[in-house]
């Protein structure tokens, strides 16, 4: 198993006879130099001695703490921090292969304190990265997102400060290594954050667009209970069948009473509240809640600790969410299935000037006639192409009309996720 010197890990399941994979943080063998390596651990099913374990030191001198491991074609996808004590924490994408042996790493720095928490497939096959940066004028906290396709190219970015126009304040993912980043079924994602105001902290929802564009905030103000101010944390959140959004909030102050957790229920057009949810544990004078797992369409697990009083220890509350609309289940990894969407290989010469070349591949029983949109950085379509379905194919692209800049080339067929790349036209 994972050597008691791990923490931070998180693991994606590869199929239901074909085991797990596990990326994960240890100790380094070169300590005071360093203090953590990442590990990269590939088990059978049953769990039982890994079949393959692979320790990578990204930077030497450096401290790596792997955040989050998704299956992707032909290997996985890891999202990173690499720091030391002067420069922290850089965005850090990681492509590797089966065998956990890295095949690409990307960079996203924008500042000294780039803390990236998780990352969550869209539904067209690329990837959203979530965190936060020192990016206010006094290091102050901003939530961070950034889009990214399957080479690790940059599309959309966001920096989200709370109110949006304070000079200064501290906004952050709440908590780090857990599910705080929902996918939703209209495109959009809900991030789950905290911020601080003078003397207090409060939780909020963030939901933002397919471009990672907000578009509305929910915050939860818990009035002090028995005299004692409550500190409310989001733990998780689940999308309902009626695209409401269901949330976890629990209280992380200690207090000498039996504090209730809640689950709130909020609209998901608007983010206003619309029920809450009181819940008592009969087991804790006090239960700080870290997870939440849906059980099919209609009931929770929570899960936490144990917390004040004269116990501690680990737990767990089943839920029962008859009377609500069914659970959406989590969205299908469009990219654990490469057979199913067309690929695009090549862009050359890049950067071009008259024109370029595209080569493309189709999977196996793709037909009709597919599209080839080029998009300046505001996302405005400039050109369209038809393109044939061909196993294997090569498109010239014409760039005389075009001004110099950077573009995407978005490849896609009807019920397809499209395929992007970047180009950069110099005249």
Not at 55 to 69: E, P
Not at 259 to 272: E, I, K
């Amino acid at each position: 198993m994972v050597p008691n010197s791990e923490w931070q890990s998180r693991a994606t399941v590869l199929a239901p006879t074909s085991g797990y994979a596990v990326a994960t943080t240890l100790a380094s063998p070169n300590w005071p130099a360093e203090r953590t390596d990442l590990a990269f651990y590939r088990y059978g099913n049953p769990l039982a001695l890994p079949r393959l374990s692979r320790i990578q030191d990204l930077d030497g001198g450096s401290n790596d703490y792997s955040t989050d491991i998704l299956a992707a074609p032909n290997g996985y996808f890891i999202s990173a921090q690499v720091g030391n004590r002067a420069i922290r924490k850089l965005f850090r994408l990681l492509r590797t292969d089966t065998a956990g042996a890295i095949l690409w790493q990307r960079n996203y720095g924008v500042g000294v304190n780039d803390f990236i928490t998780g990352m969550r497939y869209t539904a067209d096959g690329n990837l959203v990265l979530a965190g936060q940066s020192s990016a206010g004028p006094n290091n102050d906290l901003r939530l961070r997102l950034l889009l990214v396709n399957q080479q690790g190219d940059s599309l959309a970015g966001l920096q989200y400060a709370y109110p949006p126009s304070a000079p200064t304040g501290n906004v952050r993912a709440n908590g780090a290594f857990e599910d705080r980043l929902l996918a939703l079924r209209n495109g959009h994602f809900a991030l789950l954050a905290e911020f601080d105001t003078t003397g207090a902290t409060y939780s909020m929802l963030l939901n933002v667009d397919r471009r990672l564009q907000p578009r509305w905030q929910y915050i939860f103000r818990a009035p002090p209970l028995f005299g004692v101010s409550r500190r409310m944390f989001f733990a998780g959140a689940c999308e309902l069948r009626d695209s409401s959004v269901l949330v976890l909030a629990t209280n992380q102050n200690s207090s000498g009473h039996n504090n209730p957790f809640y689950l709130l229920r909020l609209d998901g057009a608007t983010g206003q509240l619309r029920n809450t949810y009181p819940l008592l544990s009969n087991l804790c004078a006090q239960f700080h809640a870290t997870k939440m797992l849906p059980d099919g369409d209609s009931a929770l697990f929570v899960l936490g600790t144990c917390v004040g009083g004269t116990g501690g220890g680990t737990y767990a509350a089943h839920i029962s969410l008859r009377g609500l609309p069914g659970v959406v289940p989590p969205p299908a990894v469009l990219a654990q299935r490469p057979a199913l969407r067309p690929q695009l290989e090549t862009l050359y010469p890049n950067p071009a000037d008259a024109s370029a070349t595209l080569t493309y591949r189709c999977p196996p029983g793709l037909t009709g006639a597919g599209t080839l949109r080029v998009r300046d950085v505001l996302g405005r379509e400039v050109q369209r192409l038809p393109v044939p379905a061909r196993p294997t194919g090569m498109l010239p692209l014409p760039l005389a009309t075009l001004a110099s800049g950077l573009y995407l080339c978005e490849l896609s067929w009807p019920g397809q996720p499209p395929a992007t790349r970047k180009l950069l036209v110099r005249h």
